[in-house]
């Protein structure tokens, strides 16, 4: 499978933006999909993931009540409503594709390349 990752840019803080996932490969769609983000120096960090079918979702603490994850399976595509950013958002947003929605990285076989989301103050 593929995974392609768009939508990031520049935003000031507390605006919005939506990023998207587009998928290829049948078997994507029961996989859970999953949002990571990397800022420099720092590890890959867990922001959002969605169970097959949307039947369930789990947030990082940090973009809880602030960011929305979802998936249009007839579109291949998974998104990431982000509200209210903030500066500590900044980072390289990846979305990754795996059998089981978990927070860590370690079961998720598919990843996009990357999206650069900055956040001024």
């Known amino acids: 499978a593929q995974l392609v990752d768009s939508g990031g840019g520049l935003v000031q803080a507390g605006g919005s933006l939506r990023l998207s996932c587009t998928t290829s490969?049948?078997?994507?769609?029961?996989?859970?999909m999953g949002w990571f983000r990397q800022a420099p120096g720092k590890e890959r960090e867990f922001v959002a993931a969605i169970e097959p079918s949307a039947a369930s979702a789990d947030y990082g603490d940090s973009v809880k009540d602030r960011f929305t994850i979802s998936r249009d399976d007839a579109k291949d595509t998974v998104y990431l409503q982000m509200n209210s950013l903030k500066p500590e958002d900044t980072a390289v947003y990846y979305c990754?594709?795996?059998?089981?929605?978990?927070?860590?990285?370690?079961?998720?076989?598919?990843w996009g390349q990357g999206t650069q989301v900055t956040v001024s103050s």
């Open positions: 490969g049948p078997t994507v769609r029961t996989y859970a």
């Open positions: 990754a594709a795996g059998p089981f929605l978990v927070t860590t990285t370690k079961s998720y076989i598919y």
